[in-house]
């Protein structure tokens, strides 16, 4: 990395470091400015930075990151080491929570579908909420550790609920005339079930980015990491699943969901000690204030000034610049926010000075953070569709697995929620191949250091969607025949197919995964501004928690529907009457149109422009307090 006047990256850089609330900077000096006295020696940092950030991270104690020796693979290590434990509970919970509602709380099929969609629903859309509390007021560090602390303490609430007998119904071997849980026992158990989604929506947006901070987007070395950061993330996290799908869920069906969530509470206070373990090594961003301030002003400015006329010239709009903050470079969409961003006088006088306040004038950068934000809506609106099939999974596939024939051998039977595990494996084989092979691969036709760009790989992913919920209606399909032609439409018995043949459309589902789930992680990431990239995560998982709601509502409308003058719904209590068939192929045409809007949102889309900050030797950096002492 070069600096100024040809100056080596190696060169040493003392940093003036004062205590004093009244010095609101601290400036960047060259040791022989220090050396002779030019500055207060006891406000002198005697340390060296060798290689200085550029993109205003700084280390635990307040000051400007030495990229040798903060963040990079060494930070990222502590923060993924405690996501592989936070996965395990999370996956733990809900890859198998619809079996808990229907074998221990008695509760019919659509009622618990509907009940697990609800809660991942709200646990999805909490994290808007944690991504705005951090990037206003606390911070990725301490949002997460606060959150890790409440998680613990759900887990913990949990757990006593699924293990003390007094607080759920008595147990129902036939599945018959089962006695239904008292309110007090429903109560308690999603009373402990919400403790723990407010955990998660604190971890869940800040943890992938705190990540992300640990390597600098313009360091070309760095870069790269970063490209590779997001698909070892997710390589993390179905790690994690992995876990959860083989062990605990096992635990849950044979051993007893007190174990089962047990061990994964246990875990979880270990996350929190990992990540805590790691303090002194993470790169971090302070809160800038927030987002919707700055959205505000915008809005405000534009609408003040919206009978000011836009110059040709973009060059006449009012910039900035920031050495901490990168610009953005101006774009041509929604010309009318531009307003905000030309300078009027106070009074229709041309020798009235100047607006220099916020609310009338903002700085281009700001203005094009603001078109950013609504410049990704749509792309979030496309996507919401392959979420809904994702939670397909966990809920119906999941249902069909419970009735068919788990045996694998004379003595092995397959926990119907360990059916995930072909997705998992599926993400898990493929992670590494599209890292060190896809991507050099596609890199030499498309020119894109990515491989693929972010828009063209939610896209591949949408498409084989498509195909994963028609392979799902042509299995079911075989499925109900085979119901019939052994007359278990009102039975219980297990199907006389094995639960393999579902391995397919699992499978699919997780190359599809790979590209437009991740894909969706980092774009949301990457296009939203840099001091909003927590809130950007939490679109990401938004998306999720709001496809869960979708769920509801598709439901319970094909239900309504397909049940109309008396006719059978297409969903019903039992799964062997039901026709999930029609319910898949609907899915599949659903994801086809949707595609075709994605495609449509792609082909306008302007990705996000920076312009380079150049690293002066003179740099005048906020004062952060030290997050230790």
């Known amino acids: 990395m070069g600096t100024d006047a040809g100056r ?6 003392v940093l003036s470091s004062s205590s004093s609330k009244e010095n609101l900077t601290q400036p960047l000096i060259p040791p022989s400015e220090a050396k002779t006295g030019a500055y207060d020696s006891e406000n002198v940092y005697e340390g060296c930075i060798t290689d200085v950030s550029r993109d205003g991270t700084v280390d635990y104690r307040g000051r400007p990151v030495d990229k040798s020796k903060y963040g990079g693979w060494k930070g990222v290590s502590f923060i993924m080491g405690a996501v592989l434990l936070e996965r395990m509970a999370y996956y733990g919970i809900a890859s198998n929570l619809i079996s808990y509602l229907t074998i221990k709380l008695h509760e019919g099929s659509a009622d618990a579908v509907t009940n697990v969609w609800v809660w991942g629903g709200v646990t999805w859309l909490l994290p808007l909420l944690g991504g705005f509390i951090a990037d206003s007021f606390l911070g990725r560090y301490w949002t997460i550790t606060y959150s890790l602390i409440i998680y613990v303490a759900g887990m913990v609430f949990l757990t006593l609920t699924v293990s003390v007998p007094g607080l759920r ?22 009373c402990a079930l919400y403790v723990v989604a407010i955990g998660v929506g604190g971890v869940k947006p800040c943890a992938s980015t705190l990540g992300a901070d640990q390597f600098e987007e313009e360091d070309e070395k760095e870069r790269f990491m970063k490209y590779s950061y997001f698909n070892y993330w997710w390589f993390v996290v179905t790690s994690g699943s992995f876990f959860a799908l083989t062990v605990l869920v096992y635990i849950e069906d044979h051993v007893g969901f007190g174990w089962g969530y047990g061990i994964p509470t246990v875990g979880l206070a270990l996350a929190l000690a990992v990540f805590l373990l790691g303090t002194r090594s993470y790169r971090y961003k302070h809160p800038k ?18 009978n000011v006329q836009v110059p040709t010239d973009s060059a006449l709009l009012h910039e900035v610049g920031h050495p901490l903050k990168r610009n953005l470079h101006h774009t041509h969409h929604l010309r009318f926010l531009d307003k905000a961003a030309v300078q009027v006088r106070e009074k229709d006088n041309e020798t009235a000075p100047l607006v220099t306040y916020n609310w009338r004038l903002c700085t281009v950068t700001q203005v094009e953070e603001v078109k950013l934000l609504a410049l990704v809506m749509p792309v979030w609106f496309t996507t919401l569709v392959f979420m809904v099939t994702v939670q397909q999974m966990s809920t119906f596939f999941l249902r069909q697995g419970i009735s068919m024939d788990q045996s694998v051998g004379p003595n092995f039977k397959i926990p119907p929620a360990s059916l995930d595990l072909a997705t998992v494996s599926t993400a898990l084989m493929l992670i590494p191949i599209y890292d060190s ?8 036709f498309t ?11 939610l896209g591949i992913g949408l498409v084989i969607t498509v195909l994963g919920m028609a392979v799902a209606a ?7 025949e085979i119901i019939r032609e052994n007359g278990l439409e009102h039975s219980i018995s297990p199907v006389p197919m094995s639960v393999l043949w579902l391995i397919p459309q699992y499978s699919i589902m997780g190359i599809a995964q790979v590209f437009a789930y991740m894909g969706q992680l980092e774009f949301f990431y990457d296009q939203v501004p840099d001091d ?37 719904p297409w969903i019903v209590d039992n799964i062997n009457d039901s026709r999930l068939d029609n319910y898949y192929w609907m899915l599949a045409l659903l994801s086809a149109v949707n595609f075709v809007a994605f495609f449509q949102v792609s082909r306008g889309y302007t990705y ?3 312009m380079q900050r150049e690293v002066k030797y003179h740099v005048e950096v906020p004062a952060e307090p030290p997050l230790i002492d």
């Open 8 to 13: 080596p990256s190696s060169t040493p850089i």
């Open 169 to 190: 119904p008595p147990e129902c071997p036939t599945n018959i005339d089962c006695q239904s849980a008292s309110k007090l026992q429903v109560r308690v158990f999603y």
């Open 289 to 306: 204030g927030s987002p919707l301030t700055q959205v505000a002003c915008v809005l405000v400015a534009a609408m003040r000034n919206r």
């Open 437 to 444: 092979y896809v991507i050099p691969y596609a890199r030499r």
């Open 447 to 457: 020119g894109n250091e990515r491989g693929f760009s972010l828009l063209q790989r």
């Open 474 to 480: 042509l299995v079911e399909m075989r499925r109900l």
């Open 532 to 568: 909003m990239q927590t809130i950007g995560t939490a679109l990401f998982t938004s998306n999720t928690g709001v496809a869960h709601f979708v769920c509801t509502s598709i439901l319970q409308l094909v239900i309504s529907v397909t049940g109309r003058d008396g006719r059978q």
């Open 608 to 610: 996000k422009s920076t």
